[in-house]
């Protein structure tokens, strides 16, 4: 049974890693209708920016941390502004397209800026385990799930209780009746670029300690966010999260307890990914979305 | 309609096209040798955006995994000469075929999907295959890691080129007949399509289907022009790849999809000329700048260079008063 | 008649091809004039294995430096070096296409340092068909020095990585003999090589490995791999990984608290990547790594003020003065165009293909500033590999030291 909980411990462990990015792929998708593939590589874009703050400019994590998600929150809306809505009116595919250019772009602007060797990017939370009945837990992990936790959880009251929350939701949702009420479509919606990129920079540091800081780091846990965003359902962030902690879970299981793949570790990924395709067939909509029903 | 009627836009096109396969034709004549096997590649594209287009751009459904029925068709032509030695020129259609039927099972799964969801299930596909091929499991099969060789490197230039433009000429006859109707309408008004007796899952899977088979034919190639086959060349990046290419041909435009190959064949080489230290930088700013440019791809661009020479040549019509001329072009364009 | 015509004009056109070969001769070894010697290479310099990059700068900023000599020291034997290294992004149908460009388009000499074993497998049939040296490539997988007898224009460099696992299994099964020992492996060839060399140096002792477990590169986490190893009761850990994933395993094993004797293959030992390991998983972790060296670490303070190392620091100030010169990766590029040199020089007047690889497989150089002192870079007719010979190594409080002599993982 320890044995159990221990896998579960590592499983809860790295869905914490891909909850918070896949938060941030449904925030983009709300707004903009898009799978936005640069999500990973803003928030290791980020990651550099709080490394930088950190270790060459002296400051403590937590001011850099607070500063590298301003700076990010600005930066997400910049793009919102400055390439993704002046393309939105040739379609969705072309707002496709040009995430896949700002994805080559920060990824390779990084490696340029801050070389592609790996950095160590530390955790500010302390590099010990506890045990309990027999399961070892060490206080990153803990650390890494509060965070994205708590990221939900500010999302989610954000969302509910205050107006711009409230207005951000319109504005997605209903762009012309919410134009015809007043609101400013446009502000809301490079808000909740800013929201997501500011997500996105959380993921990116809170990933970092245990995943090795390089330009290339978030490139697979953006494929693991994208599955657990659609897993949970694609406009639910409550679901992109829950589906975040199935995944790891899952995978956790799959490759201790299934002995074929316990020694194939090349059919983890495909196996995963079969799974979520049979599930998706039972709910076209993700575990946690809401189908529209339009029977043709 | 017994009256056979001058097509200015057809003529028009039919010239364009004609240009394009005599400097194609010719093109090997006048370069190194080096030069045309770069340009072989263009063909491939060229053949595996085509695919990608019947599928996205005239029925709407988007794919992230051209990529891997590319790897399909390599790897059918791989596997049956290294092993079974068959003649590389049968494989090209076992190729196609292999890679077709597996495109058209996918399009069962896809019927359900839609959207944001077909793309990560083709995603999927494009990661599973990497994957998969890799296995050792099946490596006795593929070649595992370490990959598949059937001889040295060529440059089919020629055979690459022909059957690029016998794809386009096949996808040109399929698309302005009933089954391209088909294809848009289900596109475009799902429900009026149903009610006039349109079958969604017959043209949904028939549309998957051959554009893997596009696909398909693109990896066999690929295969006889490296004669070396590796997972690694079929990693998402060439799904990823091939969907920036469509999109920057413009999609529901086949002779648009030719720029968008040598885009993808020739634009990270610019990149890196102009920037050393960082040339996927640079491509992918002078990729932003295309999009912003003609957000709408080289189809759009063909269209504006259509209008203005249109415009141009308006004078001379009137003069020669032939004004049936007109007539047709316009009515052409609002068919679409 | 006609084809009267025709075979006359293919004879005429056979003749001069046949004729401009033959007056060619001696003169047109491509890539090779009186006062040029050009070579080529292509590296991952964007994408997912970009961090390799740093090889092909160190050794162009070393052809720099020897190019910049003056007097009858310029460049190789007079000849300066011109080395053009492409971008082939790991992915080998890229290596083909830009090794064609570098044979068929730039004509070089020979291909010097390629990087990784798939895209370099992709290219050896074209290079040995062409007769174009590819040599001293930048991978350990043992096939480049095994197959030598069908690949007569191919020549590996650095030691081999079963010779390398080997090692490991002959010191453990020595030293240790009761370790029960858990395995991490890249689940690809170059994990494979690792473990069958492994297996083989433990001999006997083989069922001494308790648990193996192996991840995917693409795989996120290792962290569900590592838990279960721990579980398995080993207290002996082999890392055979690249570095970034060996980092992260230093960093998992932090979370999961697990403390075994961890022996870790060298492409990841280097003092940069141990350092970086350190800040995340702590010292107490990383401490008493056991690994093997061939080269000097330039991040290893005890080299400073080695005259080879202080060569190194000189070059790196003056042709790559914005890089990272503790950087392991940047010396081992060094090293290579230090050999790439001296075979050159060994080859005489008389700068061919053929008698270039005659050299290359004819080498005996104890020089290399670079390499470990002592290490001797060695071929011959049936020896294609030119370095094989580590040194064991522990990792304390920051730094590495040596806890043997020299060994012959070839056991020549």
């Known amino acids: ?296 | 309609m017994q009256r056979v009627r001058v097509d200015a836009a057809l003529v028009g096109r039919l010239a364009a096209l004609a240009a394009a396969a005599l400097f194609v034709g010719l093109y090997p004549l006048f370069v190194s040798s080096y030069k045309a096997s770069e340009f072989v590649l263009v063909g491939i594209y060229f053949i595996a955006i085509l695919g990608l287009n019947i599928l996205s751009g005239y029925n709407g459904q988007i794919s992230l995994g051209h990529g891997a029925f590319m790897g399909i068709g390599a790897y059918t032509t791989a596997i049956l000469v290294s092993k079974y030695h068959v003649g590389e020129l049968w494989t090209i259609p076992l190729a196609a075929l292999v890679a077709g039927t597996i495109g058209f099972l996918f399009g069962f799964p896809a019927l359900r999907l839609s959207g944001v969801y077909l793309a990560l299930a083709t995603f999927g596909l494009a990661v599973a295959f990497v994957q998969l091929t890799q296995s050792f499991h099946f490596a006795s099969f593929t070649g595992g890691g370490t990959g598949l060789s059937i001889g040295l490197p060529k440059t089919p230039y020629y055979l690459t080129w022909g059957i690029a433009g016998g794809m386009f000429c096949v996808a040109w006859l399929l698309l302005r007949g009933r089954i391209g109707r088909a294809f848009t309408a289900v596109r475009d008004a799902p429900l009026a399509a149903v009610s006039s007796g349109v079958s969604l899952a017959a043209y949904k899977t028939l549309a998957f289907g051959i554009s893997a088979a596009y696909a398909g034919v693109a990896g066999s190639l690929f295969a006889m022009r490296y004669g070396f086959i590796n997972p690694l060349e079929f990693s998402v990046a060439l799904s990823i790849l091939l969907l920036t290419g469509a999109a920057l041909g413009g999609l529901g435009s086949l002779e648009g999809m030719i720029f968008g190959a040598l885009f993808i064949q020739y634009a990270p080489g610019y990149g890196e000329k102009i920037s050393k230290t960082a040339p996927s930088v640079m491509y992918g700013v002078i990729l932003l700048a295309v999009l912003f440019v003609v957000p709408g791809g080289a189809a759009q661009l063909l269209k504006r260079l259509r209008r203005l020479l249109k415009q141009a040549a308006k004078p001379l019509y009137s003069r020669l008063g032939t004004p049936a001329v007109e007539t047709a072009a316009t009515s052409t364009r609002s068919e679409k | 008649m006609k084809k009267a015509m025709l075979t006359l004009c293919a004879a005429a056109a056979a003749m001069t091809v046949g004729l401009t070969g033959a007056l060619g001769g001696s003169q047109a070894t491509p890539g090779v004039s009186a006062k040029i010697i050009k070579i080529g290479g292509t590296f991952p310099l964007t994408g997912a294995a970009s961090s390799y990059a740093p090889i092909p700068r160190g050794m162009a900023a070393y052809f720099s430096y020897l190019n910049a000599q003056k007097g009858h020291k310029r460049g190789i034997n007079g000849r300066q070096v011109q080395f053009i290294y492409y971008d082939d992004a790991y992915n080998p149908a890229q290596t083909v296409q830009q090794t064609q460009r570098l044979v068929e388009q730039d004509r070089v000499f020979a291909l010097v340092g390629g990087l990784g074993t798939e895209p370099q497998l992709a290219v050896r049939d074209y290079l040995n068909q062409k007769q174009v040296p590819q040599i001293y490539v930048s991978t350990g997988a043992t096939t480049f020095g095994s197959d030598q007898a069908r690949h007569p224009w191919t020549v590996g460099w650095q030691p081999d990585y079963q010779a390398e696992g080997a090692l490991y299994g002959k010191t453990i099964a020595h030293d240790n003999p009761n370790a029960k020992i858990a395995i991490i492996v890249q689940n690809d060839d170059y994990g494979n090589d690792y473990i069958a060399g492994f297996k083989a140096g433990l001999g006997h002792k083989q069922d001494q490995i308790v648990s193996t477990r192996g991840f995917q590169v693409t795989d996120p986490s290792v962290a569900s791999q590592l838990t279960d190893l721990k579980r398995s009761g080993a207290d002996t850990l082999m890392i055979f990984a690249t570095p970034a994933k060996t980092i992260q395993t230093y960093a998992t094993l932090a979370r999961i608290g697990w403390k075994p004797d961890i022996y870790v293959n060298s492409v990841s030992a280097t003092d940069a990547f141990m350092t970086t390991a350190v800040k995340l998983a702590g010292a107490d972790t990383v401490n008493g790594s056991i690994s093997v060296e061939y080269l000097k670490d330039p991040a290893n303070p005890k080299w400073a003020s080695d005259a080879g190392m202080q060569l190194y620091r000189k070059i790196m100030a003056q042709f790559l003065p914005d890089a990272n010169a503790n950087d392991g990766l940047y010396l081992y590029g060094m090293a290579k165009a230090y050999s790439f040199a001296q075979a050159v020089v060994k080859t005489g007047s008389n700068l061919t293909r053929a008698n270039f690889m005659n050299a290359v497989l004819n080498m005996t150089d104890k020089t290399n500033p670079f390499a470990l002192p002592g290490v001797v870079i060695k071929t011959g007719k049936k020896d294609a590999f030119p370095i094989s010979q580590m040194k064991m190594i522990k990792f304390n409080n920051g730094t590495w030291t040596e806890t043997g002599s020299l060994v012959n993982g070839r056991g020549k």
């Open chain 1, 1 to 296: 049974m320890a044995e159990f909980f221990q896998q579960l411990v590592a499983g809860l462990a790295t869905g914490g890693i891909y909850a918070t990015l896949a938060l941030a792929l449904v925030l983009i998708h709300r707004a903009t209708g898009v799978i936005n593939f640069a999500q990973g590589e803003m928030g290791m874009f980020s990651t550099y920016i709080a490394w930088s703050l950190i270790y060459t400019y002296g400051l403590t994590y937590w001011l850099a941390f607070a500063i590298t998600v301003l700076i990010s929150f600005g930066g997400g809306a910049g793009v919102y502004g400055t390439v993704i809505r002046p393309l939105q009116r040739s379609g969705e595919l072309i707002v496709v397209v040009s995430t896949i250019a700002l994805f080559v772009i920060l990824n390779g602007a990084a490696g340029w800026i801050w070389s592609p060797e790996e950095r160590a990017f530390k955790s500010p939370f302390p590099n010990r385990v506890f045990t309990i009945g027999g399961v070892t837990i060490s206080w990153q992990d803990v650390g890494t799930i509060i965070v994205s936790l708590a990221c939900v959880l500010l999302v989610f009251l954000f969302f509910r209780l205050t107006r711009t929350g409230l207005m951000m939701r319109a504005a997605a949702l209903r762009p012309t009746t919410s134009r015809l009420l007043g609101i400013r479509v446009t502000i809301m919606l490079g808000l909740g670029w800013g929201l997501a990129a500011g997500l996105s920079a959380v993921a990116g540091m809170m990933a970092a300690p245990v995943l090795v800081l390089t330009p290339n780091f978030m490139l697979t846990v953006l494929v693991y966010a994208f599955a657990a965003a659609v897993l949970g359902g694609i406009d639910s962030p409550l679901g992109a999260v829950a589906g975040a902690y199935v995944l790891g879970v899952g995978i956790s299981m799959l490759s201790t307890y299934v002995d074929y793949i316990a020694t194939a570790p090349e059919l983890q990924l495909p196996v995963a990914l079969a799974v979520l395709l049979v599930i998706l067939l039972f709910r076209p909509a993700g575990l946690f979305g809401r189908t529209v029903v339009r029977r043709v």
